[in-house]
């Protein structure tokens, strides 16, 4: 059954603490997303990637950093660096063209 | 700079009736666009897409409009079910770099009605 699988589904912080999100995929996608939603603002994008050993920053990827060792992972951490970190993220995966399949997401708390 | 604007934050409708969701965009070289629906504490799902070379396409109960000259867009529900009833956001793609990319709305929540 392919699907992208993000892990953990809920994810509590303490301040200046760097927290990593699991982005997993199983459909064979060139393509990996990393989005954020906050209320009233839509998806905003922190990073993508095309393909292994490569990515390019989004809109807002200040305090954010990611790696792409494998086609089948992209990892996100959040860093102290980030001010306000509480949000629900989201990881996308995409062939080109066809759209992205997102995965369920990680709701992140700041404490 | 918000390229896809989603003007309505909320929409109630009563079940059976047509629900009308609308999306603006500034870019003229955006290539695609889709529609995603969201529940709460879930990832989108992927609803129904049209490209800029057509005007309407359909999916049973679903359909959307593109209007090039305003650049504009609606997905149209009907009728409109109680499992409506989620947060809906357009999407338009952009091949930037040889990535496509997708800009996405602010969403519009969607109350269907008994």
């Known amino acids: 059954d392919g699907g992208i699988t993000q892990s953990p589904k809920y994810l509590f912080r303490k301040e200046g603490q760097n927290v990593t999100l699991s982005c997993e995929q199983n459909l064979n996608h060139d393509a990996m997303y990393w989005y954020r939603q906050d209320p009233g603002q839509g998806l905003r994008l922190i990073y993508y990637s095309q393909i292994v050993n490569d990515f390019q920053k989004g809109d807002i990827a200040e305090g954010y950093s990611v790696s792409r060792e494998k086609k089948e992972s992209f990892p996100l951490t959040v860093t102290s660096a980030q001010k306000n970190p509480t949000a629900f993220y989201l990881c996308?995966?995409?062939?080109?063209?066809?759209?992205?399949?997102f995965g369920s997401g990680t709701r992140l708390t700041v404490v | 700079d918000q390229q896809v604007k989603q003007n309505s934050p909320s929409l109630s409708v009563q079940e059976g009736r047509i629900s009308i969701l609308n999306c603006d965009y500034t870019?003229?070289?955006?290539?695609?666009f889709l529609w995603y629906k969201k529940y709460p504490a879930e990832g989108p799902t992927f609803l129904i897409s049209?490209?800029?070379?057509?005007d309407k396409n359909e999916d049973g109960r679903f359909t959307v409009f593109l209007n090039k000259s305003a650049k504009h867009l609606s997905l149209h529900i009907v009728p409109s079910q109680p499992g409506d009833s989620a947060v809906y956001f357009c999407?338009?793609?952009?091949?930037?770099?040889?990535?496509?990319?997708?800009?996405f709305g602010q969403g519009t929540r969607l109350t269907i009605n008994p």
């Open positions: 870019n003229s070289m955006f290539d695609y």
């Open positions: 996308a995966s995409s062939m080109r063209n066809y759209g992205y399949t």
């Open positions: 999407a338009a793609s952009l091949i930037i770099q040889g990535a496509q990319k997708l800009v």
């Open positions: 049209i490209s800029s070379i057509k």
